[in-house]
């Protein structure tokens, strides 16, 4: 059995499929993208192709070390991405062939369910409360909000106290529920580190995440240690080395992008790095179906994974929602704010083909450009 072929596919709302097969008809589906370089992340895949066209696609963790090591310069966001979405694929046809679950071929499953959680609000938030009722009618525990629009490098008590009365009203409108909170990077350490004093004093988020920017890691033990809200990171890290500084800082979610860190490989190792760190996992996760599914199978595995982000319903949703491309939606549904452990092989979901294919060549989807009042660069 060798790989003979690999596509990938640009899909509405802001997705990139990719499909891999072997001489003898074996399918596995990935999801490589980086949001707002979809078209950059597809020529990382046709580089990579070179070395995967003809090799044996049993060789998983071979052609991980192979991809990530084989050239003198490496990593990045890209990079990294295109190789996401390959060792997906991979790890989909080794549990297909086995037939079994991928989290079989992780040493078994640790837990029957894991909880769910999405987003409400938008970019820039508004009416939370009335999106937050919505969500926990339908079964949901457990939301998270952009805790605020553009923020400025010192901000006003009139912003900080916004944002305390933003998350406040979402969390009365869960009715008993949980709200996170996502800082998005927007915050300079002095907002943050004043944002996080508001926020302990009035309100009870379940995690704040991403309070500050990646280049700013060597911030966050202070920020972690001076306060007793729940520091999330990890979308923007992309491998285990990546996530060292961040660990030893002190957070308390790891998260991790299945479709950035390196996939299923990678995702499995930082989980278990975070482990040795006493830190839980909740993988990071707004993008399409093959990414959630990758997701449920590690988080089915590993023993401190908490919970699970799903973009059903996300406002970049536009087009396309998370359901779409699949032949049958109960693999990937909530149930009472649950998904439930999947029991298909490979990722555990059948994607629609004809539907990729006929959805193929869509606009690639660019980030927003912020800017403050004063014209300056504002981080989105």
Request: charged share 25%.
């Amino acid at each position: 059995m060798r790989i003979s072929r690999i596509e990938t596919f640009s899909v509405a709302p802001r997705w990139q499929f990719l499909r891999m097969e072997t001489d003898d008809g074996l399918v596995g589906w990935g999801e490589p993208i980086v949001e707002g370089s979809a078209d950059v992340v597809a020529a990382a895949v046709d580089s990579l192709s070179e070395v995967l066209i003809g090799a044996d696609p049993t060789r998983i963790e071979d052609l991980w070390q192979t991809m990530t090591r084989g050239g003198f310069y490496r990593g990045g966001p890209e990079r990294s991405s295109a190789i996401s979405g390959i060792d997906q694929a991979l790890w989909d046809m080794r549990g297909k062939a086995l037939g079994v679950p991928v989290y079989d071929l992780l040493g078994g499953p640790v837990r029957d369910r894991i909880r769910a959680y999405v987003w409400i609000g938008g970019d820039d938030p508004a009416e939370v409360a009335e999106h937050a009722a919505i969500r926990a009618a339908e079964g949901y525990s457990a939301v998270k909000m952009n805790a605020s629009g553009r923020m400025r490098h010192l901000e006003s008590r009139v912003a900080v106290q916004g944002v305390v009365e933003r998350v406040e009203a979402a969390t009365a409108a869960m009715g008993g529920g949980d709200v996170a909170i996502d800082a998005h990077g927007r915050w300079t350490p002095d907002v943050a580190r004043t944002m996080v004093r508001a926020l302990e004093h009035n309100v009870a988020p379940l995690f704040l995440e991403e309070p500050l920017v990646p280049e700013l890691a060597h911030r966050l033990r202070d920020l972690c240690a001076g306060t007793s809200v729940a520091i999330a990171t990890g979308e923007r890290l992309y491998s285990r080395w990546d996530f060292r500084e961040a660990l030893e800082a002190g957070i308390a979610l790891a998260q991790p992008d299945v479709s950035h860190a390196g996939g299923i490989s990678e995702m499995r190792r930082i989980a278990a790095l975070a482990e040795l760190h006493g830190v839980g996992l909740a993988p990071h996760c707004p993008l399409g179906p093959i990414a959630l599914a990758a997701c449920i199978q590690v988080d089915i595995a590993s023993p401190n994974a908490v919970l699970q982000e799903s973009s059903l319903g996300v406002h970049y949703n536009d087009g396309a929602d998370l359901l779409d491309y699949l032949v049958d939606a109960a693999p990937l549904t909530v149930r009472d704010g649950w998904f439930e452990r999947p029991t298909r092989p490979g990722l555990g979901i059948d994607i629609d083909e004809a539907a990729v294919r006929k959805a193929a060549g869509a606009a690639v989807w660019r980030s927003p450009l912020w800017r403050h009042e004063d014209g300056s660069h504002a981080e989105w």
